[in-house]
Nanobody, 121 residues
Framework: QVQLVESGGGLVQPGGSLRLSCAAS????????MGWFRQAPDKEREFVAA????????YYRDSVKGRFAITRDNAKNTVYLQMNSLKPEDTAVYYC??????????????WGQGTQVTVSS
């Protein structure tokens, strides 16, 4: 049974940092590209970042470049999203996904349940 379990979300002040984790099981993690998406209330789910199966290539949406970093540990079947200099507009439910390195939601096979990130003073 495939599982993606996100953790690390919470409430943080503008300018603060959070590190999201996504623990994977039930599939060969090291063979899959992994991505992070987010969805704010009344908005469509949007691509945030992705990483190739080996970790050598990463992709980011323009608005998070230089602030967010995606990494993975294939020995631990875990992908991470380090988020620095957070802004109120980063507030959303963040989802981990497996299967691609593209920006399209339809390219991913598996999804986690999401973790809430709220950036507010």
């Amino acid at each position: 049974q495939v599982q993606l379990v996100e953790s690390g979300g919470g409430l943080v002040q503008p300018g603060g940092s959070l590190r999201l984790s996504c623990a994977a099981s039930g599939f060969t993690f090291s063979s899959y590209g992994m991505g992070w998406f987010r969805q704010a209330p009344d908005k469509e789910r949007e691509f945030v970042a992705a990483i190739s199966w080996g970790g050598g290539t990463t992709y980011y949406r323009d608005s998070v470049k230089g602030r967010f970093a995606i990494t993975r540990d294939n020995a631990k079947n875990t992908v991470y999203l380090q988020m620095n200099s957070l802004k109120p507009e980063d507030t959303a439910v963040y989802y981990c996904a497996a299967g691609s390195t593209g920006a399209a939601v339809r390219g991913y096979n598996y999804w986690g349940q999401g973790t809430q990130v709220t950036v507010s003073s």
